[in-house]
T-cell receptor, first 115, second 113 residues
Framework: DTGVSQNPRHKITKRGQNVTFRCDPI?????LYWYRQTLGQGPEFLTY????????KSRLLSDRFSAERPKGSFSTLEIQRTEQGDSAMYLC?????????????FGDGTRLSIL | SQKIEQNSEALNIQEGKTATLTCNYT??????LQWYRQDPGRGPVFLLL???NEKEKRKERLKVTFDTTLKQSLFHITASQPADSATYLC????????????WGLGTSLAVNP
């Protein structure tokens, strides 16, 4: 299967700990997105990469959140000093080309639970 | 502010009937709308894209319409099956920022056998 892969699928941690999630996009896709989704809500944009460049970061994202895509392939999302409100599903998506209307291909997410 | 709104009430229909889901947009004119399906615990899956100059798009049992006068897109599933039960999300680009999508909350569809 050459779809978007996210690891881990589930993460349970205590408040105050740091967590890191990984996303492996579809290999030929140059665009990569991170979203956060809570129950009953649509995906909420967090950040966007075109190749290795992080072109946008949501103002909703605090300084505790950071994302990288060092070689323009896989990406990591780190949350430092986790808080209860960080509990959510974190989704990664990738898309091809330069047009913004290209369909996004999602992974199955990492579900984060903060104790 | 720009918004995409979907009917938050769950839709329950009988197998074999046509399901119709609504997506309304306000305070902007998107050049396209995308529809995705999401199953519990899974990421969204792209279904269809319709552009503003297209009145209708079809794919197998799926049909999407785009009415720029009503500022609305309708998503139809004909001959619905229990396997069509899922949450359906509508999304489009942000008018001031083509890089990201804005999403509706999704409508939950349950098809009863």
């Amino acid at each position: 299967d050459t779809g978007v892969s996210q690891n881990p699928r589930h993460k349970i941690t205590k408040r105050g700990q740091n967590v890191t999630f990984r996303c492996d996009p579809i290999s030929e896709h140059n665009r990569l997105y991170w979203y956060r989704q809570t129950l009953g809500q649509g995906p909420e944009f967090l950040t966007y990469f075109q190749n290795e460049a992080q072109l946008e970061k949501s103002r909703l994202l605090s300084d505790r959140f950071s994302a990288e895509r060092p070689k323009g392939s896989f990406s990591t999302l780190e949350i430092q000093r986790t808080e209860q409100g960080d509990s959510a599903m974190y989704l990664c998506a990738s898309s091809a080309g330069t047009e913004s209307n290209q369909p996004q291909h999602f992974g199955d997410g990492t579900r984060l639970s903060i104790l | 502010s720009q918004k995409i709104e979907q009917n938050s009430e769950a839709l329950n229909i009988q197998e074999g009937k046509t399901a119709t889901l609504t997506c309304n947009y306000t305070n902007y004119s998107p050049a396209y709308l995308q529809w995705y399906r999401q199953d519990p615990g899974r990421g969204p899956v792209f279904l269809l894209l319709i552009r503003e100059n297209e009145k209708e798009k079809r794919k197998e049992r799926l049909k999407v319409t785009f009415d720029t006068t009503l500022k609305q897109s309708l998503f139809h599933i004909t001959a619905s099956q229990p396997a069509d039960s899922a949450t359906y999300l509508c999304a489009s680009h942000n008018a001031g920022n083509n890089r990201k999508l804005i999403w509706g909350l999704g409508t939950s569809l349950a098809v009863n056998p």
